[in-house]
C-alpha cells in the first residue's frame, strides 16, 4: 500500500554497485551510499522508518542498517538464498524468504540484537512476503508452486494455499479492501486474490515479465522488466489503464499518498517518478549499479 505521508527519502539496494543508498526525493539525488557485499537485493524498513533489513543473497544473510547513521549496526548469517524480506508493522519480527528452499526464516528482537528464530514452510521459491497491519497474517508468493501461501503468524504454520498464476514474485496487500495482488513474472499478468474467499478471483494483463506492484489513488501500478514500462490498472474495475514507458528493466516500485510512485530501474542505474494521476513520468533520479529495490523501500 502507499505510505501514509509523501515520502523524503528512497532506500535503493544497488545490487551491482554493493551498495544501499538514500536518495533526498526533493533534490533527486543520492545523498548518502552505504557499502554491503553480498548483492543487496530485499528490502524492508522497520515501523518507525529508522532501520533498513537488508537481504543478501549472495553474501548468504541479512544486513541491518540504521539509517540515521548510515552504517551496518549487524549482520545476521542466514543459509539458502535469502531475498525476500517483510518487517512486522507491530515491530519485533521479520520475515526472510529462501529462494532456494520452501521457507521462512522468522528473526525476533532478543536483548536489542536481531536473531534466528525459527522458521516456516511454505511453498517452493519463495519471493515476495506481505504482512496483515495486524502482523497476524502472512501471504507469500512461491514462484516455483504457482502459489501464495497463506501463514498464522502466531503458530508459525500455513493455513490455505491459494493458486495463482505462473512464477508470482512480488505480493501486494490492499487490507482494507481484503484483496492482495502478485505480478505474475511468466503469465504476463497480476492475480487478484480476494482474501476472504482465499481464491483468485481474475487476472490482469500487463506487459512482459512483471515484477511487483505498487497501490495508490485507486490505481494498481506494476513494473514489466522486459517491456521497460509500468502497467497502471483501475482497482474498481480490474481493467488496464495504460503502459508507462520508465527505465531498463524497472523492479522495485513503491508509492506514498502523495500519489508518486518511485520505479528502480535496474537497467539504466536510475530511480523513474512517476505521476499516479497523470500516468506520466515526471523526473528521473541516477543511482548506482543495478537498483533493485525489492520491498518497502520509502521513508
Known amino acids: 500500500m502507499a505510505r501514509a505521508e509523501p515520502a523524503r527519502e528512497a532506500i535503493v539496494t544497488a545490487q551491482l554497485g554493493g551498495a544501499v543508498e538514500i536518495v533526498d526525493l526533493a533534490a533527486g539525488k543520492v545523498v548518502r551510499s552505504i557499502a554491503l557485499d553480498g548483492a543487496p ?13 537488508v537481504t543478501r543473497p549472495e553474501g548468504h544473510g ?33 520475515y526472510v524468504a529462501d529462494w532456494y528452499g520452501h521457507r521462512l526464516f522468522v528473526l525476533t528482537e ?42 498464522d503468524a502466531k503458530a508459525r504454520k500455513e493455513t490455505r494455499t491459494i493458486p495463482v498464476g505462473q512464477h508470482p514474485f512480488g505480493i501486494t496487500l490492499d487490507a482494507a479492501a481484503g484483496r492482495a495482488y502478485t505480478a505474475n513474472v511468466t503469465s504476463d499478468d497480476v492475480s487478484v486474490i ?17 515484477y511487483v506492484i505498487a497501490l495508490t489513488q485507486g490505481r494498481g501500478f506494476v513494473t514489466d522488466q522486459y517491456a521497460g514500462s509500468v502497467t497502471a490498472f483501475d482497482l474498481a474495475t480490474l481493467k488496464p489503464l ?53 520491498g518497502d523501500f520509502l521513508r
Open 194 to 210: 480476494d482474501l476472504g474467499a482465499g481464491r483468485e478471483i481474475t487476472r490482469i494483463p500487463t506487459g512482459r515479465r512483471p
Open 41 to 53: 537485493a530485499g528490502i524492508a524498513l522497520s515501523p518507525d522508518r529508522r532501520r533498513a533489513y
Open 110 to 151: 532478543r536483548d536489542g540484537a536481531l536473531v534466528p528464530d525459527g522458521e516456516i514452510a511454505v511453498g517452493a521459491s519463495p519471493s515476495g512476503i506481505a504482512v496483515s497491519p495486524d502482523g497476524a497474517t502472512l501471504y507469500v508468493a512461491n514462484r516455483e508452486a504457482d502459489t501464495v501461501s497463506v501463514v
Open 242 to 294: 495504460a503502459d508507462i514507458d520508465v527505465g531498463d528493466h524497472p523492479e522495485g516500485i513503491a508509492a506514498d499518498a502523495d500519489g508518486r510512485l518511485y520505479v528502480a530501474n535496474w537497467g539504466d542505474n536510475t530511480l523513474s517518478v512517476l505521476d499516479a494521476r497523470t500516468l506520466k513520468v515526471v523526473t528521473t533520479i541516477p543511482t548506482g549499479n543495478g537498483p533493485r529495490a525489492f
Open 62 to 94: 541479512l544486513a541491518v542498517l540504521d539509517l540515521e547513521a548510515g552504517r551496518v549496526v549487524a549482520e545476521v548469517p542466514l543459509p539458502g538464498g535469502p531475498l525476500g524480506v517483510a518487517a512486522d508493522p507491530k515491530g519485533g519480527t521479520v
